[in-house]
């Protein structure tokens, strides 16, 4: 009737796949960047600030971060300028732990 499969997470979570991945949300995180300077400028609907750390923490930190000097969007708020490099380098080192140190 119904037959259940195994997920083999080491087939899912290869080194092209995670690459692939953090480039698709790095590009997403530059792009949300943008899309919320240019609502800024339009004063229209805006992109929440809890959406722009979530994307960052989800490892768009560098294409969030680009975008946040290349649009000079978000560079006067502290939360923004501490913040999202902050993400960005303790998800580095927890990748460097993970996959080096340990």
Same mark, same amino acid.
């Given at each position: 009737?119904?037959?259940?499969?195994?997920?083999?997470?080491?087939?899912?979570?290869?080194?092209?796949?995670?690459?692939?991945?953090?480039?698709?949300?790095?590009?997403?995180?530059?792009?949300? &960047?943008?899309?919320?300077?240019? @609502?800024?400028? !339009?004063?229209?609907?805006? #992109?929440?600030?809890? =959406?722009?750390? +979530?994307?960052?923490?989800?490892?768009?930190?560098?294409?969030?971060?680009?975008? &946040?000097?290349?649009?000079?969007? @978000?560079?006067? !708020?502290?939360?923004?300028? #501490?913040?999202?490099? =902050?993400?960005? +380098?303790?998800?580095?080192?927890?990748?460097?732990?993970?996959?080096?140190?340990?």
């Amino acid at each position: 009737m119904f037959e259940f499969k195994t997920i083999n997470f080491q087939e899912i979570f290869t080194t092209q796949n995670i690459l692939i991945y953090l480039l698709v949300i790095n590009l997403f995180g530059f792009f949300i &960047m943008w899309l919320d300077k240019y @609502k800024a400028k !339009k004063g229209s609907w805006r #992109i929440s600030e809890k =959406t722009l750390f +979530i994307v960052t923490a989800l490892g768009g930190g560098i294409g969030t971060i680009a975008g &946040m000097y290349k649009f000079r969007h @978000k560079t006067q !708020k502290m939360n923004f300028v #501490i913040g999202f490099p =902050t993400i960005t +380098i303790l998800e580095i080192i927890a990748i460097i732990y993970y996959f080096i140190i340990r």
